[in-house]
């Protein structure tokens, strides 16, 4: 493996519950991704909706992290504290002209095939600067959306190849900011990785398809987008994919030896058997040393 001694990844998990073994999966496959090219892994809650979020979840998280011998290198972040950065990232959008206000439901949407009945990005760049002094209020009558260029897009994903996304200007424009006056995971996750400079992204592959659009709003702030490996997301027995929705079972932090062994195999390792007998950091210490990305199953679900 090439070793990139400035190579930055991250862990950015939602708080909306505990830590299960999918996102362990994700977790472990940045953690080696990381450490294998000798670079940093950082941890950042991405705690921007509270009316999804349990409170106990983030130190669930941070919790289990930590029984299974995951350490962020540098402070834990916490997107509910980065208010006034997303803030200023909307406002330097809106005055670029990438960015626009939206009162449109998403029921009219909908029905409208995803066009703005109310014309939306045509109307509102003439006033977008009255939009810049209401983004401070919560429960304000629109959206912010970003303005995404009509693209065939190309870029390369480290584990799955070349991949080719369409983006289509008005139809698929991001909220950057919902009515109910949260900002929204596509902005918050370009600006933090940006601000982190995380240089690579290991993530799920429920998350593939955002990464078009983020590479746009990526190069509207000014930044070079990172590199992205997407691994396959873990089903459960009917077929969906392993989250919280779901209610995949919390992992048992009192077996982190044998939770970390299972996530190896699922990401297509082949941990020696003699490792259930020792630590956790044993576990990290072999898979850092014999983390092969190119064994990930790709028919791996
Ligand atoms: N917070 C997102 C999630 O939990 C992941 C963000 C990302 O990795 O880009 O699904």
Redesign the pocket.
């Given at each position: 493996m090439t070793i990139l001694r400035n190579y930055r990844g991250r862990f950015?998990?939602?708080p909306t519950g505990p830590l299960h073994f999918g996102s362990l999966v994700t977790a472990l496959a940045s953690y080696l991704e990381a450490k294998s090219c000798e670079g940093r892994w950082l941890v950042r809650i991405?705690d921007l909706d509270p009316l999804r979020e349990p409170s106990e979840a983030t130190g669930e998280i941070l919790n289990s992290l930590d029984a299974h011998g995951l350490f962020s290198d540098e402070p834990v972040v916490f997107q509910s504290r980065r208010h006034e950065v997303y803030h200023s990232a909307i406002e330097h959008l809106l005055n670029q002209g990438r960015a626009y206000r939206c009162s449109c439901s998403r029921k009219e949407l909908q029905t409208n095939h995803g066009r703005h009945p109310q014309q939306c990005r045509s109307n509102n760049f003439s006033i977008n600067k009255v939009a810049i002094h209401n983004v401070a209020n919560n429960h304000q009558p629109f959206a912010i959306r970003y303005a995404l260029n009509d693209e065939q897009c190309q870029w390369r994903d480290q584990l799955l190849g070349p991949q080719h996304q369409t983006v289509r200007s008005e139809i698929d424009d991001p909220v950057l900011l919902r009515k109910e006056g949260f900002f929204a995971?596509q902005l918050a996750?370009v600006v933090d990785d940006i601000e982190q400079g995380i240089t690579d992204?290991v993530?799920?592959s429920d998350?593939l398809e955002m990464t078009a659009q983020q590479r746009q709003i990526y190069r509207a702030l000014g930044a070079t987008p990172p590199r992205w490996l997407h691994i396959p997301v873990i089903l459960n027995d009917q077929g969906q994919k392993l989250s919280k929705q779901n209610r995949a079972p919390a992992l048992d932090n009192d077996r982190p030896v044998k939770n970390v062994f299972e996530a190896l195999v699922a990401l297509g390792q082949e941990p020696p058997a003699s490792l259930l007998m020792g630590s956790v950091t044993d576990s990290l210490e072999w898979a850092c040393g014999h983390w092969h990305r190119g064994a990930i199953h790709l028919t791996h679900r």
């Open positions: 950015a998990p939602s991405e995971y996750v992204v993530r799920g998350l």
